[in-house]
């Protein structure tokens, strides 16, 4: 029967650094046929060795959370390079690789920040406006947008992660406008209000008068199309 005391010589030690990371207790078993597995894994723990910590390597999980990434794709950019080593279920990159990619990666960002400085996202936007959100996306898409029409498709960008951003002096130009005109819409009153009051049976007719009179005006009033008429 083997005595679980039997001391660790460095020998042995140097066995289980050398091949504990890449092939776990099979492969020092090997090497150390008098060593059961549960004796090298507690050996190999107060030696501070994990299987899968291959020296000059990193998990590939562990470099996306500190990019805020997925594994899966730096993977796919480390695999053209030969910067992937995979060992059972844990994938590894390249020291070196890793490195060079979170410079890049950087520098990108840096750039990135620097490019979009002050752009606006679509909730403010919405915000800003007074207008929902899909109105918003509609308005950069151009389909079936009024803003559209009438102010032509804003400029934008697309932020971390294809984030949509907003050029600040587009929507502070509508902003404007839009507001010129939610003011001067309250001086003004509704065809069916104006129709009521000067017992008009169709709204037609006063539309009519009005648009020989030229005191007619189309505006735009909390993001509907409206129309609205100065008081005779």
Known sequence: MQNPRRP??????????RYYSTGGWRACQKHLPHRTKKSIQSRASALKIR??????????SALAQALDDYAVNIVRLAEPAGAVRRIKNRVLIREDWATDYIEKRRKHAVGEESRTAGYLTTREVARLLRIGRTTALRWVSGRQSWLARRFGRPRVVRGKRGRLLWNPVDVERVRVALEKERQAAK???????????LN???????????QESG??????????????????
Request: proline share 3%; aromatic share 10%.
């Open 215 to 232: 005191n007619s005006l189309i505006t735009l009033v909390h993001g509907r199309l409206a129309r609205f008429v100065e008081a005779i």
């Open 187 to 197: 001086s003004m009153r509704s065809f069916k209000s104006m129709a009521l009051n």
């Open 8 to 17: 660790w010589t460095p020998e042995e030690d140097e066995i289980i650094k």
């Open 200 to 210: 008009y049976k169709r709204k037609r007719e006063l539309r009519r008068k009005l």
């Open 51 to 60: 299987y899968g910590d291959v020296p000059g390597y990193v998990t590939a």
